[in-house]
């Protein structure tokens, strides 16, 4: 949704969209409209599909080759999804959904594949256009190494082309532009990347990182520049149920900006959203669309896994999601909106 100019001496690509669609689109009345929520689970080998503009929105669910998968995003012009496989240590693309449902088939046909083993325990994608940024945290079987890596998509592969390392724990990410946020995991800290891709591969420096009050580990990011909100999720303990939450930063350009390095957005800047009546446990990653005003949450924990739709809330409170639906191992939302 927002473009990304790779200006590297031997690529330049342009990014249209990312991580999780906030419904930033163009209204070319000769576009049919289209709002699809999708899914992915690390335990069931299955995504979700959604059309949210259906007279009854149904929620179909479809095999794929990875039990495990994270950093879902969804095409309706191929109409392929694709996936970070943590299965297969692989990006994933497949194919053939509408047809799929029309034929009241399960399996999706795996169309497009990575190299195996570029990266191992991937949290999530940025989806751009034919360009892909997979960000993996750290593990045993990466050597304890926190990484972007940034692909280019075909019909049939992908090829990598830049990698960077940083200095902090990965997981959800979002590009914006020229830049790209990342949440640094085990804290309540945002950081940020500005002219990202101008980077060479190696280790990369951050522009800025600020603390969040009052967030104690976030995992889930989502911006919408149309209403510069910027929203962030908080898991906090990963084995309490209870204690997860979804922060709001209104008017964010202006807060971050006024943010000094190594500073905190205070509680004033937030609209912050606790507690039971929330159901929000480890609230592993979020989407929003700014037309309807409704926030889409992968609640990990609880009942095994859920998506919770909240409206935008106006003030902090503990609110109840307007929909809760189960499933099971949910890692990753994504909506795309045209």
Known sequence: MKNLFITSAFLVLVFASCDNNDSDNNNDPAVTPELTLVTSSNTSGKITYTDLLAATPTVKSFTIASLDAEGISYNSD???????SRTNNKLETYTGIKSALKAGTDNLMLSAS?????????RETAVSGDIVVVAQDQLASNGMINKFLVYKKTASSFSLVKSFTTDFKLWGIHINGNDLY???DLTGDLVYFKDFMNNASGTITATKRVTIAGLTRSHGITYSS????????DVASATSGTDGGLIIIKNFSTVFNSTMAGGTIALMNQIRVYGPNSTLGNPVDVAYD?????IYVAERLNAGGQVLTFSYPTSTGDFAPLNVRAEAGVTSVFLLRK
């Open 114 to 122: 990575s190299l195996a083993g570029e990266f191992t325990n991937a």
């Open 290 to 294: 700014s037309v309807t005003k409704k």
């Open 182 to 184: 990342a949440v640094a």
């Open 78 to 84: 191929n109409d392929a999804v694709i996936v970070a």
């Open 226 to 233: 149309s209403e510069d909100v910027m929203i962030l999720t």
